[in-house]
């Protein structure tokens, strides 16, 4: 398994793991285009891909511009494996290393995703008018968090 910074060529492959999950699934595909990824990528923040044997079975992607997590999303097949928590707690470690702002994200209520940004640390502070969760974490709360847990990785 390899983790690393995510590059405009990823991109196919992101879109094939987004498109492939179960829970929060995008209502038509063509929502997010590759533009966009590339735009989240290049231009707005930066993202990370978890690699087993030349596959992406993992992603996250962090906006900077707008203070949100953009995308976390792991294969069907890779789950519960740690992959989700890795490209996590990158992807905040850098969002934090870059500014101090609180990050927000929205998950679907009543799945997977949601238990997991609460046992993560995330705050839930309303819902979006489209019923989504609206979760937040401070560059506090994820500092006391990190600072109680010294696990450590290397970044190719």
């Given at each position: 398994?390899?983790?690393r ?16 999950v ?9 929502l997010v ?11 707005r ?53 870059e500014s ?10 009543h ?19 489209n ?17 109680g847990?010294n696990?450590t990785?290397?970044?190719?």
């Amino acid at each position: 398994m390899i983790i690393r910074e995510a590059i405009i060529d990823d991109i196919r492959q992101i879109q094939f793991v987004r498109n492939s999950v179960k829970e929060n699934r995008l209502s038509n595909p063509n929502l997010v285009t590759d533009e966009d990824c590339k735009m989240f990528l290049t231009e707005r923040g930066k993202g990370w891909v978890c690699q087993i044997n030349d596959h992406i079975v993992g992603f996250s992607i962090a906006d900077l511009k707008g203070c949100n997590i953009w995308a976390l999303f792991v294969r069907p097949e890779f789950e519960k494996q740690g992959i989700g928590r890795i490209l996590h707690d990158i992807m905040l470690d850098w969002y934090f290393s870059e500014s101090k702002k609180n990050v927000w994200l929205g998950t679907s209520p009543h799945t997977r995703a949601e238990t997991f940004y609460r046992n993560a640390g995330w705050t839930e502070i309303g819902t979006h008018a489209n019923g989504e969760i609206k979760f937040e974490m401070t560059w506090d709360d994820w500092s006391k968090r990190r600072n109680g847990n010294n696990k450590t990785m290397e970044i190719i």
